[in-house]
Protein backbone atom coordinates (compact mmCIF):
# COMPACT_ATOMS: atom_id res chain seq x y z
CA UNK A 1 0.00 0.00 0.00
CA UNK A 2 1.29 3.16 -0.84
CA UNK A 3 1.74 5.92 1.92
CA UNK A 4 -0.31 8.44 0.18
CA UNK A 5 -3.05 5.99 0.02
CA UNK A 6 -2.61 4.44 3.36
CA UNK A 7 -2.62 8.23 5.36
CA UNK A 8 -5.19 10.30 4.88
CA UNK A 9 -5.97 12.87 7.82
CA UNK A 10 -9.61 14.26 7.91
CA UNK A 11 -9.14 18.11 8.37
CA UNK A 12 -10.37 19.58 11.13
CA UNK A 13 -10.53 16.15 12.96
CA UNK A 14 -8.03 14.08 14.39
CA UNK A 15 -9.19 11.22 12.09
CA UNK A 16 -6.69 9.28 10.40
CA UNK A 17 -7.11 6.41 8.22
CA UNK A 18 -3.92 4.04 8.27
CA UNK A 19 -2.54 1.21 6.37
CA UNK A 20 -3.42 -0.84 10.47
CA UNK A 21 -7.31 -0.52 9.50
CA UNK A 22 -6.77 -2.85 7.19
CA UNK A 23 -5.85 -6.66 7.50
CA UNK A 24 -5.40 -6.51 3.73
CA UNK A 25 -6.29 -4.45 0.49
CA UNK A 26 -9.19 -6.99 -0.85
CA UNK A 27 -9.00 -5.23 -4.43
CA UNK A 28 -6.14 -2.43 -5.66
CA UNK A 29 -7.66 0.60 -7.83
CA UNK A 30 -6.05 -1.04 -10.97
CA UNK A 31 -8.32 -3.54 -10.52
CA UNK A 32 -11.32 -2.13 -10.03
CA UNK A 33 -10.41 -0.13 -13.17
CA UNK A 34 -9.90 -3.18 -15.24
CA UNK A 35 -13.15 -5.03 -14.18
CA UNK A 36 -14.83 -1.70 -14.74
CA UNK A 37 -13.60 -1.81 -18.50
CA UNK A 38 -15.04 -5.30 -18.94
CA UNK A 39 -18.15 -4.84 -17.70
CA UNK A 40 -18.29 -1.22 -19.10
CA UNK A 41 -17.50 -3.14 -22.81
CA UNK A 42 -20.38 -5.69 -22.30
CA UNK A 43 -22.40 -2.69 -21.24
CA UNK A 44 -22.06 -1.24 -24.50
CA UNK A 45 -22.51 -4.38 -26.35
CA UNK A 46 -25.81 -5.72 -24.82
CA UNK A 47 -27.14 -2.15 -24.86
CA UNK A 48 -26.24 -0.86 -28.51
CA UNK A 49 -29.86 -0.81 -29.56
CA UNK A 50 -31.38 0.83 -26.24
CA UNK A 51 -28.93 2.42 -24.02
CA UNK A 52 -30.37 2.76 -20.58
CA UNK A 53 -31.05 4.71 -17.67
CA UNK A 54 -28.07 4.68 -14.64
CA UNK A 55 -29.73 4.62 -10.85
CA UNK A 56 -26.78 5.12 -8.49
CA UNK A 57 -27.73 4.11 -5.22
CA UNK A 58 -26.36 6.47 -2.96
CA UNK A 59 -23.99 6.60 -1.06
CA UNK A 60 -21.70 4.02 -1.74
CA UNK A 61 -22.15 3.72 -5.58
CA UNK A 62 -20.93 7.05 -6.21
CA UNK A 63 -17.70 5.74 -7.53
CA UNK A 64 -18.73 2.82 -9.24
CA UNK A 65 -21.05 4.86 -10.86
CA UNK A 66 -18.51 7.75 -12.00
CA UNK A 67 -15.92 5.22 -13.00
CA UNK A 68 -18.06 2.66 -14.67
CA UNK A 69 -19.98 5.74 -16.83
CA UNK A 70 -16.56 6.45 -18.19
CA UNK A 71 -15.81 2.89 -19.48
CA UNK A 72 -19.51 3.00 -21.29
CA UNK A 73 -19.58 4.94 -24.95
CA UNK A 74 -23.37 5.03 -25.23
CA UNK A 75 -25.72 7.75 -24.73
CA UNK A 76 -26.55 6.72 -21.70
CA UNK A 77 -28.66 8.87 -19.19
CA UNK A 78 -28.02 9.35 -15.17
CA UNK A 79 -30.04 9.64 -11.98
CA UNK A 80 -29.57 8.70 -8.30
CA UNK A 81 -31.66 7.20 -5.39
CA UNK A 82 -31.42 7.66 -1.91
CA UNK A 83 -32.16 4.85 0.39
CA UNK A 84 -32.07 3.52 3.96
CA UNK A 85 -33.18 -0.11 5.18
CA UNK A 86 -34.73 -0.28 8.47
CA UNK A 87 -32.51 -2.64 10.59
CA UNK A 88 -30.51 -3.46 13.57
CA UNK A 89 -26.58 -1.78 13.19
CA UNK A 90 -25.78 -3.11 10.12
CA UNK A 91 -27.48 -5.50 9.03
CA UNK A 92 -30.71 -4.97 6.02
CA UNK A 93 -34.31 -5.61 7.10
CA UNK A 94 -35.40 -5.48 3.32
CA UNK A 95 -38.05 -2.44 4.19
CA UNK A 96 -37.30 0.23 2.67
CA UNK A 97 -37.62 3.78 2.87
CA UNK A 98 -36.99 6.30 0.08
CA UNK A 99 -34.83 9.13 1.09
CA UNK A 100 -34.23 10.73 -2.30
CA UNK A 101 -36.54 9.61 -5.28
CA UNK A 102 -35.68 10.01 -9.16
CA UNK A 103 -36.43 12.80 -11.22
CA UNK A 104 -36.63 10.58 -14.55
CA UNK A 105 -40.03 8.88 -15.65
CA UNK A 106 -39.17 4.85 -15.93
CA UNK A 107 -42.11 4.53 -17.93
CA UNK A 108 -40.53 2.30 -20.86
CA UNK A 109 -37.50 2.96 -20.12
CA UNK A 110 -34.31 0.22 -19.42
CA UNK A 111 -32.89 1.14 -16.21
CA UNK A 112 -29.65 -0.64 -14.70
CA UNK A 113 -29.05 -0.14 -11.31
CA UNK A 114 -25.75 0.41 -10.03
CA UNK A 115 -24.45 -0.44 -6.20
CA UNK A 116 -21.36 -1.00 -4.54
CA UNK A 117 -22.55 -3.83 -2.57
CA UNK A 118 -25.23 -6.77 -2.25
CA UNK A 119 -25.03 -8.67 1.21
CA UNK A 120 -28.43 -9.71 2.11
CA UNK A 121 -30.00 -8.86 -1.34
CA UNK A 122 -32.78 -7.47 0.69
CA UNK A 123 -32.39 -4.07 -0.80
CA UNK A 124 -32.03 -4.70 -4.07
CA UNK A 125 -34.82 -7.13 -4.10
CA UNK A 126 -37.23 -4.45 -3.01
CA UNK A 127 -35.68 -2.03 -5.18
CA UNK A 128 -36.30 -3.95 -8.11
CA UNK A 129 -39.94 -4.53 -7.39
CA UNK A 130 -40.22 -0.74 -6.84
CA UNK A 131 -38.30 -0.06 -10.18
CA UNK A 132 -40.21 -2.23 -11.91
CA UNK A 133 -44.08 -1.18 -10.80
CA UNK A 134 -42.76 2.16 -12.25
CA UNK A 135 -43.88 0.30 -15.50
CA UNK A 136 -40.08 0.25 -16.60
CA UNK A 137 -39.61 -1.97 -19.82
CA UNK A 138 -36.19 -3.55 -17.99
CA UNK A 139 -34.58 -3.27 -14.80
CA UNK A 140 -31.53 -4.86 -13.81
CA UNK A 141 -28.20 -4.56 -11.73
CA UNK A 142 -24.57 -3.77 -11.58
CA UNK A 143 -22.93 -3.96 -8.29
CA UNK A 144 -19.11 -3.60 -8.05
CA UNK A 145 -19.33 -6.39 -4.99
CA UNK A 146 -21.62 -9.65 -4.43
CA UNK A 147 -21.48 -11.56 -1.21
CA UNK A 148 -23.10 -14.98 -2.08
CA UNK A 149 -22.32 -16.31 1.52
CA UNK A 150 -24.78 -13.87 3.47
CA UNK A 151 -27.41 -14.38 0.84
CA UNK A 152 -31.09 -13.86 2.24
CA UNK A 153 -32.64 -13.60 -1.24
CA UNK A 154 -31.84 -14.43 -4.56
CA UNK A 155 -31.85 -11.47 -6.67
CA UNK A 156 -30.74 -12.09 -10.61
CA UNK A 157 -27.45 -9.92 -11.22
CA UNK A 158 -26.80 -8.91 -14.96
CA UNK A 159 -23.09 -7.94 -13.73
CA UNK A 160 -21.04 -8.56 -10.81
CA UNK A 161 -17.24 -7.39 -10.68
CA UNK A 162 -16.29 -9.65 -7.46
CA UNK A 163 -17.82 -12.29 -5.63
CA UNK A 164 -16.60 -11.99 -1.88
CA UNK A 165 -16.70 -14.20 1.05
CA UNK A 166 -18.41 -12.23 4.30
CA UNK A 167 -15.38 -9.78 4.95
CA UNK A 168 -16.22 -6.78 6.40
CA UNK A 169 -14.82 -4.67 3.79
CA UNK A 170 -14.82 -1.11 3.30
CA UNK A 171 -13.51 1.66 -0.05
CA UNK A 172 -14.86 2.84 -3.13
CA UNK A 173 -17.40 3.94 -1.79
CA UNK A 174 -18.45 1.49 1.10
CA UNK A 175 -18.09 3.14 4.59
CA UNK A 176 -17.48 2.01 8.67
CA UNK A 177 -19.57 4.61 10.31
CA UNK A 178 -19.64 6.68 7.15
CA UNK A 179 -15.70 6.92 7.07
CA UNK A 180 -13.29 5.15 4.56
CA UNK A 181 -15.43 5.72 1.72
CA UNK A 182 -13.07 7.82 -0.33
CA UNK A 183 -10.56 4.71 -0.35
CA UNK A 184 -9.29 4.06 -4.28
CA UNK A 185 -9.35 0.75 -3.28
CA UNK A 186 -11.30 -2.13 -1.19
CA UNK A 187 -9.91 -3.39 1.80
CA UNK A 188 -11.01 -6.12 4.36
CA UNK A 189 -11.03 -3.36 7.50
CA UNK A 190 -9.45 -4.93 10.99
CA UNK A 191 -11.85 -5.98 14.17
CA UNK A 192 -10.03 -3.41 15.94
CA UNK A 193 -11.67 -0.75 13.99
CA UNK A 194 -14.93 -2.06 14.93
CA UNK A 195 -14.71 -3.30 17.48
CA UNK A 196 -13.65 -0.61 19.63
C1 LIG B 1 -25.47 -0.75 1.40
C2 LIG B 1 -25.34 -1.01 -0.08
C3 LIG B 1 -26.69 -1.56 -0.43
C4 LIG B 1 -27.09 -2.31 0.81
C5 LIG B 1 -26.78 -3.76 0.62
O1 LIG B 1 -26.06 0.48 1.59
O2 LIG B 1 -25.04 0.16 -0.79
O3 LIG B 1 -27.63 -0.56 -0.73
O4 LIG B 1 -26.29 -1.81 1.90
O5 LIG B 1 -27.19 -4.51 1.74
P1 LIG B 1 -28.27 -5.68 1.62
O6 LIG B 1 -27.92 -6.49 0.39
O7 LIG B 1 -28.04 -6.47 2.90
O8 LIG B 1 -29.63 -5.09 1.57
P2 LIG B 1 -26.14 1.23 3.01
O9 LIG B 1 -27.50 1.02 3.59
O10 LIG B 1 -24.97 0.83 3.84
O11 LIG B 1 -26.05 2.76 2.57
P3 LIG B 1 -24.86 3.57 1.84
O12 LIG B 1 -24.85 3.16 0.38
O13 LIG B 1 -25.25 4.99 2.02
O14 LIG B 1 -23.56 3.20 2.53
Known amino acids: MSETAAQRTTPGTDLTITSSDFTKIHFTHEQIQARLA ?6 DSDYAANPPLFVGVLKGAVMAMAD ?15 VS ?3 SGTKSSGVVRIL ?14 VEDIIDSGLTLSWLLSNLKSRGAKSVEICTILRKPEA ?5 DVKYVGFDISNDFVVGYGLDYAERYRNLPFIAVLAPHVYSE
Do not use: H
Open 38 to 43: EIGAQI
Open 68 to 82: LQRNVTLPIETDWMA
Open 85 to 87: SYG
Open 100 to 113: KDLEADLLGRDVLI
Open 151 to 155: AKVTI
